[in-house]
């Protein structure tokens, strides 16, 4: 999710060039809607948005669904103390591959702590992973 055109077409380029099937959001609005209509494996967003910021999504997202992994990017390199509620705070700073790294890093701790309780079954689709319950500790903040 990112307010700003030309930053969100280019994350979503990237991040399908990587296998991901991506659902944009323009809002925090908007992004609660997607989420509302389709499976999602992760939610990444902005941190500077318009209403909601991106650790006010987190919150909101960590409680409605505590098994849903959270990214947040931002330009801003101070992690503010609501960052808690997001699985990681990536600064756009680092670069795509930073963030790819913290996306399947993210993915791979819900896979195996859903691994650890019950048989898991690989998806045949890149970018996609098998679901993951419980819950795991949230902010790492070496990134």
């Given at each position: 999710m990112d307010d700003e055109d030309i930053p969100r077409t280019l994350r979503v380029m990237v991040l399908a060039k990587q296998g991901y099937t991506v659902l944009p959001a323009v809002s925090a609005?908007?992004?609660?809607?997607?989420?509302?209509q389709h499976h999602v494996d992760l939610v990444l967003t902005d941190q500077m948005m318009p209403g909601l910021v991106g650790t006010e999504l987190a919150k909101i997202l960590?409680?409605?669904?505590?098994?849903l992994p959270i990214?947040?990017?931002?330009g801003v390199n101070e992690i503010p103390d609501d960052a808690i509620f997001a699985d990681r705070f990536v600064s756009k700073v680092e670069g795509p591959l930073a963030l790819?790294?913290?996306i399947a890093e993210v993915l791979a701790d819900?896979?195996?702590v859903a691994c650890s309780d019950?048989?898991?079954v690989e998806s045949s689709s890149s970018g996609s992973v098998a679901q993951a319950i419980p819950k795991i500790p949230r902010l790492s903040k070496s990134q």
């Open positions: 609005a908007q992004a609660l809607e997607l989420l509302d960590r409680a409605a669904r505590p098994q990214v947040i990017v931002s790819f790294r913290n819900y896979r195996s019950i048989p898991c």
